[in-house]
């Protein structure tokens, strides 16, 4: 029997226990809204590293603390640097190339151990700025479990090292600017007063004040509970905390329960002011927060998270290569798929936004990028992240008429007539229903040529059995030509083949342009009582338009008298794609 087999005894639940809330009253985090971007530490090359089945070489840190310090990050944890002699050598490295830009602050992480916190402070000898991070674990599971500690000897753990740090970077960093971060390990698995009586301790010996901050790092080391409970530890200390002016109340949450950017939101709600993580969320066990997806999220909010992801392929392609992880095709943001409608009502819903968006842009002289983004399905603007349009709609059996549509429109330049777009539909959902699979756009091309381009051997005049043919033109891009003539030239010309034009459609205003310079036209041509369309793509509207009607005509042949549609000729596509 498997593993699983086991629950039907019954699931385990009883093993574990609810968190226990905080019974915070007059909440204020609900009623805030975020109207800034927090401060924001990196730590790829600490928490993120630590994690990794194989830590990072040398190259591939320099590769991340340069990707870092160039998209805006200003903080970054740069290691553990009594971990390892790599540890060490590339904090060292960062200060003997001075690779530092002056407006970057590295920080080191340390344990509260005397020779560890010696170690470390000598680690950043000649360093113009710098941080020491020390932490030690204060919930009563570690104080139990780890330390065998009673709470005044882990509170004394914390004093004593802070304690330490002040007098070897007296002794070894001369005039570093020394900035300072305490965190208790596993804050909100630990009681708060106590958390705060901890706090309180290390503020009595750090003395912060105006021009000399402490950062308290508040880390959700395990995530075990609900973002909301978070929120309220956070406003909690928010409120009892002393001298917090001059404390930056940051926040270190992990991803255990899948909420660790919820965590760090609320928490901002709450009056976190400095957030750390990973960027795609790398870290231990179900990772840090991840910092792209906070900063996405203001973005799309309308608030500037300082950071620079336009390029956000460059960014996860150096990531992938430094972390050696893939990032997730679905990763918010960032992942290969997550810019991708697949499914026909999302796709018709992109299509509609993009053409609004289009149609606001002509009538107002806006550029289409300066203008609100209301795009249904898509939170953010492809192109603001570096990412094209192209991929936004994919094609497979899910798919329905808008987005073969656009496709057609994007990838290949042709405006299909709103009816013809629910013809197309029905031929590439049978393909892709026998074939399996994503449609390429260039197979959506092969298919709309061979359902709508011309027969050459088809035979003029046009009479079907004996009864005429009508039409109705629907005209697309092309050339500039004169419409008004050239529409009258095409009338005449197909009245002479026998086919009445009832009726010329012009969806967009304004002379007929195409790249390629053909004049487009697709015709729907009623026979028997049926619907047949057909596409023509020529030099002059006449020509397009006599074109298009033969290819209906075959298709209406062909289709009355049960024979298959013939493949387009060879050689040659009849239309060029890609217009
Ligand atoms: C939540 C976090 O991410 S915290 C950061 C975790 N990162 C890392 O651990 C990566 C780097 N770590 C290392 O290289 C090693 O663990 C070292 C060099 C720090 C220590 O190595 P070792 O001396 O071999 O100790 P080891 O890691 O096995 O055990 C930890 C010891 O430190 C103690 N300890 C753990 N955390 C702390 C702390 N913050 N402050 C003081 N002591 C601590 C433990 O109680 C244990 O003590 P014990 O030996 O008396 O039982
Ligand atoms: C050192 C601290 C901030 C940490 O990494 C954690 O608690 O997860």
């Known amino acids: 029997m498997s593993s699983a087999g086991a629950w039907t005894a019954g699931a385990p639940a009883a093993r574990y226990r609810p968190f226990t809330p905080v019974g915070l009253t007059g909440r204020r985090w609900p009623d805030s809204t975020i109207t800034t971007a927090p401060r924001w530490l990196s730590t790829d090359l600490r928490d993120g590293n630590q994690s990794l089945a194989a830590p990072m070489s040398p190259e591939r840190k320099l590769a991340m603390f340069e990707l870092l310090t160039g998209m805006g990050y200003r903080e970054v944890e740069v290691g553990f640097p009594v971990a390892s002699q790599d540890d060490l050598a590339f904090v060292r490295t960062l200060i003997e190339r001075d690779l530092i830009p002056d407006d970057v602050r590295i920080s080191v992480l340390t344990p509260a151990r005397d020779e560890m916190i010696r170690r470390t402070v000598l680690s950043l000898e000649g360093a113009r700025r710098a941080t020491v991070h020390l932490y030690n674990a204060t919930s009563p599971l570690f104080r139990r479990v780890v330390f065998g500690m009673s709470r005044d000897e882990c509170k004394d753990l914390a004093v004593h090292g802070t304690r330490l740090l002040l007098k070897y970077a007296d002794k070894l960093l001369g005039d570093c600017d020394l900035g300072f971060t305490y965190s208790p390990e596993l804050f909100n698995e630990t009681e708060l007063e106590f958390t705060l009586e901890v706090c309180e301790a290390v503020m009595d010996v750090w003395r912060p004040e105006p021009g000399r901050e ?43 329960r899948g909420t660790g950017v919820a965590s760090a939101e609320l928490a901002m709600l709450a009056g976190a ?34 950071v620079d992801f336009s390029d956000l392929d460059h960014v996860r392609r150096v990531v992938e290569g430094c972390n050696g992880l893939p990032v997730h095709p679905r990763h918010p943001y960032a992942g290969e798929l997550v810019y991708t409608a697949f499914s026909g009502s999302h796709q018709d819903a992109i299509k509609k936004g993009f053409d609004a968006l289009d149609g606001t842009a002509a009538e107002s002289g806006a550029r289409p990028a300066d203008l609100p983004w ?7 603007d ?8 192209e991929a936004v709609v994919r094609i497979n059996s899910q798919s329905g008429k808008g987005g073969v549509a656009y496709v057609m429109s994007a990838r290949h330049g042709f405006t299909l007539p709103r009816p013809m ?49 009508t039409a109705e033109l629907h005209l697309d891009g092309g050339r500039p030509c004169p419409v008004g003539t050239a529409v009258q030239d095409a009338r005449d010309a197909l009245a002479r083949w026998g086919v009445e034009v009832r009726a010329v ?66 050689g040659r596509p009849a239309i060029a794609a890609g217009r």
Not at 286 to 293: E, I, K, P, Q, Y
Not at 374 to 380: D, F, I, K, R
Not at 430 to 438: K, M, N, Y
């Open 374 to 380: 209301e795009v249904p399905y898509l939170p953010l």
């Open 382 to 389: 492809p192109r603001d992240v570096g990412r094209a349009y």
């Open 505 to 570: 459609h012009r969806p967009v205003p304004g002379p007929l342009a195409s790249p390629a310079g053909d004049v487009v036209v697709y015709a729907e041509c009623r026979v028997r009582g049926r619907a047949f369309w057909g596409a023509g793509a020529q030099d002059d509207l006449p020509a397009a338009a006599l074109s298009a009607v033969r290819s209906a005509v075959t298709r209406a042949r062909m289709a009355i008298n049960g024979l298959d549609v013939p493949a387009p000729r060879d």
């Open 214 to 256: 402490i950062v308290l790092n508040l880390p959700t080391t395990v995530e075990r509970s609900l973002p909301n409970v978070f929120a309220d530890q956070i406003e909690w200390l928010d409120r009892n905390l002393s001298r917090r002016d001059d404390v930056c109340l940051s926040v270190h949450p992990h991803n255990d």
């Open 421 to 469: 777009q629910a013809d197309f539909a029905r031929v590439v959902q049978a393909h892709a229903e026998a074939e399996g699979g994503e449609i390429s756009p260039d197979v959506v091309w092969r298919l709309f040529e061979r359902a709508y381009v011309e027969y050459p051997a088809l035979p003029l005049p046009l009479v079907f059995c004996g009864e005429p043919v």
């Open 273 to 306: 002011q400095r957030v750390e993580g990973c960027l795609f969320g790398n870290g231990e066990r179900a990772g840090n927060v991840c910092l792209v997806t906070l900063g996405l999220n203001l973005l799309t909010q309308g608030v500037d998270p300082g």
